[in-house]
């Protein structure tokens, strides 16, 4: 069982960069792999980016490929999504996910999840 909460969200102007943080509670994080993925005002929620169990490997939606970038620190239980150059479309509410071993683009296959923390981009 692995309990997650997102924090770091807030009110940003486009330019600006935000570090969202997925803390996990349970001494076997090392074991699962993470995604983030976010949900747009009147949208699905969709894909952002996902991390190993070791941090070694990442992928990225085209959408935020060379602006946001995900990583990972076991021995504190978190992983990161440092967001530059913020837009207006990032707007959203942002969510950890978590999956034993191998990651995955699809929300469907990720067995934990976190409550979500807002992100605002003002233009």
């Known amino acids: 069982q692995v309990q997650l909460v997102e924090s770091g969200g807030g009110l940003v102007q486009a330019g600006d960069s935000l570090r969202l943080s997925c803390e996990a509670s349970?001494?076997?994080?090392?074991?699962?792999?993470v995604g983030w993925f976010r949900r747009a005002p009147g949208k699905g929620r969709e894909f952002v980016a996902r991390?190993?169990?070791?941090?070694?490997?990442?992928y990225y939606a085209d959408s935020v490929t060379g602006r946001f970038t995900i990583s990972r620190d076991n021995a504190k239980n978190t992983v990161y999504l440092q967001m530059n150059s913020l837009k207006p479309e990032d707007t959203a509410i942002y969510y950890c996910?978590?999956?034993?071993?191998?990651?995955?683009?699809?929300?469907?296959?990720?067995?934990?999840w976190g409550q979500g923390t807002q992100v605002t981009v003002s233009s």
């Open positions: 991390i190993n169990r070791s941090g070694s490997n990442t």
């Open positions: 349970g001494r076997t994080f090392s074991s699962y792999a």
């Open positions: 996910a978590a999956r034993p071993n191998v990651g995955s683009i699809l929300e469907n296959d990720y067995d934990y």
